[in-house]
């Protein structure tokens, strides 16, 4: 019986996985089990896949991916507050050959944003909208989001979101898909390596989008956990997202070529 | 000699910037300034030079459209009044923060509020003191004609670039609006592509493999790395202070009672100097053109040569006043005249203001 030693191991016909380049080597910031270290590796993933790194300009939100830029080892810009699809707007106009993108969270995409994100869907912006939508503000501490659940507590509702006194949880993504600006608008997760599978798919196609000069703007929503502002842990988030965020924030794409599915 | 053409401040300004070699211009509607977009998208740019126009949702987009072109190397410009650059504020206070250069117009407007669409000069605290959050200065170019709204701009887009800064071209509703002849400056070509990416490394335009990526942020959460960013900042508005005061001194050698103004009151003010002179009084006038940096040195250098007194004429209820103080610190007496909420002051009752409030006393 021959031992195998770990040099043995670590060969590369034995590679079965490796981190992409476009990933810093800088440790997430993120809680464990969050899903922004998931969206941003595989938004590089596909960045490096269709070799589009080098001509690629990200655009960080203020929210908890605020650092996505220390994460994704690329040319970035970070944008105030919900201004992102605009700042993505000025660089997209004067370099109209690059590949830009946003990624934003709910708050900053539906709350704060939500001018500039219907209005640059809706000028049919060249350009890819990542929107991680866990139904709070995690930055910040778990304040009530646009995304909130009717019912649902968070600190600035903390007997639940009530619906007559706080409002309605806003299902942006609709929204835009509904405007003739947007080519592709699709909703995904990334709870489980099938549905991480799946929003790579989506996100690539995305990208895609803006490198065939698609005639629009792609919007991939991402509907994600947030386990430090539910305060849960980060397995009863995920159970928690999928009895409860995915009823109300169902998956699957919305928009494709331009036309409305269903 | 340049193209001469008898045009509007706004329409100067827009042609300018076509002039200047922008690539983008980013704006929203708003009276007294709206000739600006409106002479770019007739004008079409991006025909003659390939430059973008564009009519953004509002002045909040149309700002934060400029942080992102001009964190990509580009030369952008955006223009307003007051309430759309109480707006901008925000994206002007990431565009300092991250080191950007841009230049920008406020045609401004009675105010507070709504206001009136009427000329003002009641913007100079939030232009020369950083009307968005933190420790900043901008740079800010006071035109008194026509011929300036055209020319500041390329002076406008040289210092934003040389310093990496915003550059704020503060006009007033009667120099946007009027018409006058302007000489204008031959075109300079859009910078190519190649020539940005060469010449701004800080440029996000992608990051070539096994090269540094650039990040373009306001952001350190570590508070000794602000401090040492904020150190920068104030040294780079130091050098700026030293080396690009502008003013223009008229009749100001043997001057016992000195006028100081900018932009149309200058105008109003130089009137005022000649009723004066004709009277027999020694009046002169002491024309800002750069409001930060303030030519405060010069103006004590001056008040130490036997000037008496100092009025400074805005329209405003007493703004940059308070710098002129500052600067002469009781060498002579310095009082203010202004009009406010949209009217204009007279050269006569400018010149009254200057023997009652400062030779009667
Ligand atoms: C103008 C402005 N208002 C408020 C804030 C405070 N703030 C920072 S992040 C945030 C909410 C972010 O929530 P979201 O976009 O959902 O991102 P998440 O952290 O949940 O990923 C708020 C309100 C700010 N930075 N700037
Ligand atoms: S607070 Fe929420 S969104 Fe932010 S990192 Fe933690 S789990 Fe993720
Ligand atoms: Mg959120």
Known sequence: MSTVTLEDIIKPENLVYKKTDLMTDKSLSYCPGCGHGTAHRITMEVLE?????EITIGVAPVGCSVLAYEFMNIDMTQAAHGRAPAVATGIKRVWPEKIVFTYQGDGDLAAIGTAETIHACNRGEKIVIIFVNNGIYGMTGGQMAPTTLPGMKSSTSPYGREVEMMGNPLKITELVAQLPGTYFVTRQAVHTPAAVRKAKKAIKKAFENQRDKKPGLSFVEIVSNCNSGWKMTPTDANKWMEDNMFPFYPLGDIKTDGQLLK | MGELKLMKGNEALAEAAIRAGADAYFGYPITPQSEVIEYLMAEKPWER??????????????????????????????????????????????????ELPCV?????????????????????????????????????????SVQEMSDFVKLGFELAFKYRIAVLILSDGVIGQMMEKVELFDPIPRMTDEEITAKYPWATTGKKKGTQRRIITSLDLDSHKMEEHNHHLQEKYRIISENEVRYELIDCDDAEYIFVAYGSSARIAQKAVQLARAKGIKAGLFRLISLFPFPGKEMAALCKKGVKGWLAVEMSAGQMVEDVMLSVKGCAKVGHFGRYGGIVHSPEEVLHAMEEKIIGE
């Open chain 2, 49 to 98: 030079t390939g430059m973008v126009v564009l009519q953004a949702e509002s002045e909040v987009a149309a700002i934060n459209m400029v942080y992102g072109a001009a964190g990509a190397g580009k030369k952008v410009m955006t223009s307003s009044s007051s309430p759309g650059i109480s707006l901008k504020q925000e994206g002007l206070s990431y565009i300092a923060g991250s």
């Open chain 1, 49 to 53: 896949e269709l070799g589009l790194d």
């Open chain 2, 104 to 144: 920008y117009a406020n045609v401004v407007r009675g105010g507070p509020g709504l206001g009136t669409i009427q000329p003002s000069q009641a913007d100079y605290f939030q232009s020369t003191k950083g009307g968005g959050h933190g420790d900043y200065r901008q740079i800010v170019l006071a035109p008194a």
